[in-house]
């Protein structure tokens, strides 16, 4: 179960594990955190999060932010994954893996339904992209999850932002 917390204005998703390190850090959100645990409601988002069964395989301590049809997943101070359900352009829907293109062939190699992220536009990326169409989406998830608990090396970048989320 997860609530949703605002840190400097920035709606944050939060897991159960979090909330006592939250309330003790921050008292004047007890009440808003209690509520929502206590009515046992997910966070008020305007869209429900695609492949929110994944949450069960993911580590303690992320932080998923919602944006305009995706939610950004941090953890370890990088930001790892973006889960994307949309209408526009629905051969992008699926699971954005963020990782470098040295590691792009021993993913690829590890979890064969990862393809290549390929935008209409031209624009190259390093992003990885695991498709939702895929035969194998869920299985291949599920792995992809384990090696973010793993702290693989592979998947997860650092930048300007998600260190902002993690002081």
């Not at 895929?134 to 384990?146: N, P, R, S, T, V």
Request: proline share 6%; charged share 20%.
């Amino acid at each position: 179960m997860g609530i949703l917390w605002v840190l400097m204005g920035i709606p944050i998703f939060c897991f159960n594990e979090q909330i006592s390190a939250i309330e003790h850090a921050n008292p004047i959100n007890i009440s808003i955190l209690t509520i929502f645990t206590i009515l046992g409601r997910r966070s008020p988002m305007k869209k429900p999060m695609p492949f929110d069964f994944l949450l069960d395989y993911l580590p303690a301590g992320i932080i998923v932010k919602p944006a305009i049809g995706m939610f950004y997943i941090y953890f370890d101070k990088k930001i790892i994954l973006i889960f994307r359900e949309t209408r526009k352009n629905p051969q992008h829907n699926g699971i954005w893996i963020s990782t470098q293109r040295e590691h792009h062939a021993s993913l690829k190699a590890e979890i064969p339904a990862i393809t290549h992220f390929e935008l209409e536009e031209g624009f190259d990326t390093a992003w990885l992209l695991l498709n939702d169409k895929h035969e194998d989406f869920e299985g291949a998830a599920i792995q992809l999850c384990k090696l973010v608990t793993g702290k693989d090396h592979r998947i997860g970048k650092i930048t300007p932002a998600s260190t902002a989320l993690f002081q």
